[in-house]
């Protein structure tokens, strides 16, 4: 049989690029936000990160052995779902917020869907929507930067919801504040330094593409400037994607491989879904922050997505030509 050809099953590429690599390449991206929230918030911020990592990773493991599952904890999944969950977080909510966020985030969110790659929901992101219907007050009791006595502060978003303000100067914030993190919030979504450092890494190692935070982050942008709180196309470009989750959540978990497009193109589309929605929420609805709620409604739109935005087939200039 020497020199016949072999017949397999796909894939019949393979790269170096594992499951456990690309996943503990993320959580190690995230690690400079952890740090800048843990030292802008004091060990509190260290508290709910550890609670959360450790709920997730113990679930999964618990419950595939339940199941007689192989125990898959080494790949890294459960560990970065934590994690985002406790970047999702103010660094002042009480240990049983991040352990249960983390038990339905695993449980529910993940292995009741038969595990990775098979949910359909960003866990991090569900068991964050799960803790703020549950508890709302523990969830919007953030507490003020470098501060010892934890004095409670709401956040810009907030403040400029409730119409307490208008423009970023009556805060008493700057750009520069809001870049590295001197405001009020979730513990891993304030320091945007941090987090884009992270983020250049991941696109760097071609880990994550592009697509989706150009398309949240523009979209978003330019919708709040054109509908603008004093009017239109006097909107705070900068203020609405640097004052809450925008950039966690454009790079982090709009371009999560299980829950978003698979195409280019796609994750394009995704994107500027968000970044509508996300306006949407922060512009009409009643909560001041919008990120989580449109990456949620969005991963419910990726088969449609996938179904009707496809690359193009090898060999073939267009789908009508198929068809299709």
Not at 72 to 86: E, F, P, Q, W
Not at 177 to 190: A, H, I, K, T, Y
Request: hydrophobic letters at 50%; aromatic letters at 12%.
């Amino acid at each position: 049989m020497r020199g016949k050809l072999e017949v397999g099953f796909a894939p019949h590429i393979h790269i170096r690029e594992s499951v456990p690599k690309v996943m503990w390449a993320v959580f190690f991206s995230l690690i400079p936000a952890g740090l800048a929230g843990v030292y802008i918030f004091g060990l509190p911020a260290l508290r709910v990160i550890i609670v959360s990592v450790l709920s997730c990773v113990i679930a999964e493991a618990l419950i595939q052995k339940l199941r007689h599952k192989r125990i898959t904890i080494g790949d890294g999944s459960a560990a970065l779902t934590g994690l985002l969950l406790a970047y999702n977080l103010s660094s002042s909510v009480p240990f049983w917020i991040p352990l249960a966020g983390g038990l339905f985030a695993i449980a529910i969110c993940k292995q009741v869907f038969g595990g990775l790659g098979a949910n359909i929901f960003n866990p991090a992101l569900a068991a964050r929507a799960f803790l703020l219907a549950s508890w709302p007050k523990q969830m919007t009791d953030f507490v003020r930067p470098w501060t010892l006595d934890s004095v409670s502060s709401a956040t810009p978003l907030a403040i400029l919801k409730e119409g307490k303000a208008l423009a970023l100067s009556d805060m008493g914030l700057s750009y520069r504040d809001l870049f590295l993190g001197q405001r009020s919030g979730c513990l891993g979504e304030v320091c945007i330094l941090a987090l884009l450092l992270g983020a250049l890494y991941l696109l760097w190692k071609g880990y994550i593409w592009g697509h989706a935070p150009a398309g949240f982050i523009f979209t978003l942008g330019a919708l709040s400037w054109v509908f603008g709180a004093k009017g239109y196309f006097q909107g705070d470009f900068l203020f609405s994607i640097l004052s809450g989750g925008v950039i966690l959540g454009a790079f982090f978990m709009a371009t999560d491989y299980v829950t978003t497009p698979l195409s280019k193109k796609g994750q394009l589309v995704f994107g500027i879904g968000c970044g509508a929605l996300a306006f949407v929420i922060r512009r009409f609805a009643g909560y001041p922050e919008g990120v989580s709620y449109s990456i949620l409604i969005m991963n419910a739109v990726t088969p449609l997505i996938d179904r009707y935005v496809r690359p193009r087939r090898y060999g073939v200039k267009s789908l009508g030509s198929l068809g299709v």
